[in-house]
């Protein structure tokens, strides 16, 4: 269960209140043909309700007293053909989803060999009740939605030789849109933005693709991952050209195109001498829709790269890490750039114990430099910025 208020000066202006629940039950089946498998159901149901109001929250509002006929109310705001609400930004939902898998997995001659199924069920509820009737949609539009969707995935290991291991693994997985990604029509406070509502919002279905390299040689280690995914349908969270009418806020929605995203990450750690360890790590990412105008997706992360030195000896760790981050200069309409920024970060820690008890004293500090950036996957990059030089101390046990 979850319950969180965000408001200032003292007055909870939004309130979100949640409840989860969740039974997962997995069986293993006796081997058959050298087949070892699982089967299983996930049960989960998430309700969510909450509460938007410039007077202050005082827990989820209840208008059920006020008369309804079904129709769509006129208290909403048109600016460029988008129509913007201010009450409670979405009814009361609640999702139940319902599903079954089956992974079956046998050694071979080179490796493993994986292959698993999942049938999913989702269906969303909703409410409008904590709506005044005059900012509701018609009672059509809160009908029940049912989404069904399934996954296949196939992987297998090869294993070359004492050194060199490949892996491959191959999926289509489908996802069913959230109900916040379809009902939403109202502020976000948490990240200073409006987000709009797309109830005709479908499955997302994604074809897969990673392949996978390990290298493990008498001192050195390497592991390198290259992927592809090819998304019919793919939900992004589109940035709009208006701001919203109440606040000036940006304006987000949900939309729905085919998309691709293909990317590499690769890492080396390499022992010098008895205590020390050296570590290089890199990665990159290309997100674009295949068709448009302008086809780069929002918020992809840029390439970064990163060096670490690490030095332990019997209770003391020692570890220096170098982060840069590219400049990130493919973006998507309506979407601003990211300069290029690197962080410093040091880290001391000392494990012992007392009276039994195992302890450690972690002594850090992340960006020494003081450099700027802003972390370009973040909806908050134009009001926070990375955090500035800073220094922790923390301790922590066991018990």
């Known amino acids: 269960d979850y319950e969180h208020a965000e408001g200032t000066d003292g007055l909870d202006v939004g309130y979100f209140d949640k409840v989860s ?21 996930h049960l989960t149901q998430k309700d969510l309700a909450l509460c938007h109001d410039h007077s202050g929250c005082d827990g989820v509002p209840n208008y059920s007293d006020l008369s309804w006929d079904g129709s769509k109310g006129g208290n909403f705001t048109d600016i460029s053909g988008i129509e913007f609400a201010h009450d409670t930004p979405m009814p009361e939902t609640q999702t139940q ?49 049912t989404f069904n969707t399934s996954t296949l995935s196939m992987a297998s290991t090869f294993q ?43 499955a997302e279905t994604a074809n897969t693709l990673d392949l996978t390299w390990h290298f493990l040689g008498d001192q050195a280690s390497v592991q390198g991952a290259v992927y592809f995914y090819d998304f019919n349908d793919y939900i992004y969270n589109d940035l709009k050209s208006v701001t919203d009418p109440f606040h000036g806020n940006a304006v987000y929605r949900h ?25 290089l790590a890199g990665d990159y990412v290309r997100a674009r829709l295949k068709k448009g105008d ?6 992809t992360p840029p390439a970064s790269l990163s060096t670490m030195l690490t030095w332990q000896k019997a209770e003391w760790r020692l570890k220096a890490r170098v982060q840069f981050y590219a400049k990130q200069s493919d973006v998507a309409l309506n979407e601003t750039p990211t300069d290029s920024y690197e962080t410093l970060n040091l880290l001391a820690s000392y ?25 370009h996957v973040s909806y908050l990059k134009e009001f926070s910025p990375v955090m500035g030089r800073n220094i922790s101390l923390q301790v922590s046990t066991e018990f």
């Open 351 to 375: 494990d012992s114990q007392l009276a039994n008890m195992p302890f450690t004293v972690t002594l850090k500090g992340n960006n020494l430099l003081n450099d700027f950036g802003r972390n």
């Open 97 to 145: 989803d319902v599903a079954g898998f089956m992974v079956l997995t046998r050694p071979w001659s080179l490796g493993n060999l994986e292959m698993g199924a999942r049938f999913d069920r989702r269906v969303i509820s909703a409410d409008p009740v904590s709506i005044r009737p005059a900012s509701r949609q018609s009672s059509q539009y809160y009908e029940d939605k």
């Open 21 to 41: 629940s969740e039974l997962k039950t997995t069986f293993h089946l006796l081997e058959l043909a050298g087949w070892q498998s699982q089967v299983g159901v």
């Open 294 to 299: 302008n086809k780069n997706l929002p918020r």
């Open 255 to 279: 939309e729905q195109a085919d998309a691709y995203l293909t990317g590499f990450e690769v890492s080396w750690q390499q022992p010098l001498g008895i205590y020390y360890e050296l570590g």
């Open 160 to 202: 070359l030789n004492d050194a060199h291991k490949l892996g491959i693994s191959l999926a289509r997985a489908q996802r069913a849109p959230e109900a916040e990604e379809l009902f939403w029509n109202g502020d976000h406070h948490a990240t200073f933005s409006f987000q709009l509502d797309n109830s005709e919002l479908t």
